[in-house]
Structures are given as structure tokens and as C-alpha cells.
């Protein structure tokens, strides 16, 4: 027990302490009382250190944000009366059911599924997201890029399974069948 808390100490020492500019920077732009901040300070200090005895985040950064932002929200909705000058982003109250860690990990699976549509060439991005982002039909996506309906077709199945092959770690290439690189080598019809 006593060199599990050591650990623990350790980790927060080398990870979450030298965070303090990040955090403090975040305090001060998101609260507006800044006597406050140091009290603030220590109590996401608590909340994080607590949180981290049944397991350490993945990603500290995002984690220890994550805490604070929820200290401040939490702290917003138990005010009898909210000064709107005392929190900076009302917008910011999110769902209490989401865990601070869960939260981190989404941020970080769609910063890569950006990066893994930024990858995609530009006609195969543009459909996955007038399908898959904007919600279009095939027929309306077609109509929108002046394509026919198996282009979208095959254009969201391949953009799919590049965009999988990268969230799973692959390089997130298109993969084109031999069947049809041949097509459009010999001119025949896709």
C-alpha cells in the first residue's frame, strides 16, 4: 500500500505538477474571481490525485483539464445564483455521466479521425463528409459534386476502410482492388 502511494506521488510529481502554468492559464481565462484561483488550483490538485488512485489517466494533460473544467462547471451549477462575470463558458456544462477520462480519449480518437480524413485524397474526403459528416444521400452527394451514384458508392467505401485502417494504427491508405485499378487502366466502365 505505502509503495502504491509512492507511486502514485511520483506520477502526479513527474506528470500533473509541472502542468501548473497550463492549469493556471486555464483558471484565469475560464474564472473570473481571481482570488480564487489558488483555492481552485489545489482543489483540481485533490480531485486529480483522488481520481488517479483507481487508475492513472492516459493522457495527464487532457485529464487534469478535464478535471478542471468539471470542478468549474460543478461549482457553477451549485451557485445559488450564477454571476455570468464569475464563469467565463456557460456552453461549456456538459454531460455528468461522461468521465474525465472519456472525455480525453473522444478529443483524442477525433483529432485522429481528422487527421486520418486530412489524409484521404480530396475527392474521397469530400464525400465521406457530405455522407458522413453532413448526413447527405448518395443521390445528394452525387447531384452536390456532379458524380455519378457509384462513385459516391465507392468513394465511402474506400474512405471507410482508410479511415479504419488509420484509427486502428495503419497508414490509412486507400486500398483499391486489382479489378478495379484494371478498369480504369483499360478504360473500362467502373
Known sequence: MEDDRKVLDRWFA???LPLEPLLMGFLRRNWRRYEDLTDLRQDIYLKTYEAARSARPIYPRA?????ARNHLINLAKRAKIIAFDEV????AISIDTVTPEQSAVARDDLRRLQEGLANLPKRCREVIELRKVQGLSQREVADAMGVGLDTVQRQTTLGIRALADFMLGGSGKLQRSATTT???????QP
Open 88 to 91: 467565463a463558458d456557460l456552453e
Open 182 to 188: 484494371t478498369r480504369y487502366k483499360t478504360g473500362g
Open 63 to 67: 485529464f487534469l483539464l478535464t478535471v
Open 14 to 16: 513527474e506528470e500533473i
